[in-house]
């Protein structure tokens, strides 16, 4: 099975909010970590990662931290914009390459 | 200067033809992949190639078969297709193996009628 779970969706928030969307992952070891953002009509883009225990990352605002005793990279932003509006989806690294996807979180953000 | 292009962006078709979509990246990475993304978002690895080479092959149907001519190509050839194909098909890089973030192509809606 899917060895990420993500916060179902969607999130409905008003221009400025703060945003959390969990997620949390089982592995074996130490796999890295991400947040990939989804505009409408487009691919996935890398929106940050961390890539052991305690590192943070950081990106337009978004920040995350990798979180072992918990197993979760929760994704916070302390005031959501109207741009921000995607579908989010957390990942981890795996063997060989392969990455285990969340199932997305649709965040819309209304002015 | 577009990084992962995928060609074409929509593909409408019948049930039971032929059709394919192809990807070049121009990052100079190793690793290519194919994901399929069905309609409440869910992404779902098909396929991997390292340096031509097969890695990743999950539970697909033989009718989906991946070709990688060349490191910066790998194209997605799909037999009888069947209305349950409709998608969004991904197309990714990443620089080799490991934890290296990958990046994706701007994906290819297919539409079974």
């Known amino acids: 099975g899917n060895s990420v779970t993500q916060m179902e969706g969607p999130v409905t928030l008003s221009e400025e909010a703060f945003l959390t969307i969990n997620c949390t992952y089982t592995?074996?070891?130490?796999?890295?970590l991400f947040w990939y953002v989804q505009y409408p009509g487009e691919g996935l883009q890398l929106l940050l990662k961390a890539t052991k225990a305690d590192d943070k990352g950081s990106n337009k605002g978004f920040e995350a931290t990798y979180r072992k005793e918990t197993t979760s990279f929760h994704l916070e932003k302390g005031s959501v914009q109207v741009s921000d509006s995607a579908v989010y989806f957390c990942?981890?690294?795996?063997?060989?390459?392969?990455?285990?996807f969340g199932t997305g979180t649709s965040l819309t953000v209304i002015p | 200067d577009t990084a992962v292009s995928q060609t074409p962006k929509y593909l409408v078709t019948q049930m039971g033809n032929d059709k394919s979509i192809k990807c070049e990246q121009n990052l100079g990475h190793d690793t290519m992949y194919w994901y399929k993304q069905d309609s409440k978002k869910f992404l779902k690895i098909m396929f991997s190639?390292?340096?031509?080479?097969?890695?990743i092959n999950e539970t697909v149907p033989n009718r989906f078969s991946p070709k990688s001519p060349d490191k910066a190509h790998l194209n997605l050839h799909i037999n009888s297709l069947e209305l349950g194909d409709s998608a969004v098909y991904f197309c990714a890089s990443s620089p080799g193996m490991g934890d290296q973030p990958q990046h994706f192509g701007d994906g290819t809606r297919l539409s079974i009628l």
């Open positions: 990942a981890r690294s795996h063997t060989g390459n392969q990455f285990y």
């Open positions: 190639y390292n340096n031509k080479e097969l890695i």
């Open positions: 592995a074996t070891g130490y796999p890295s």
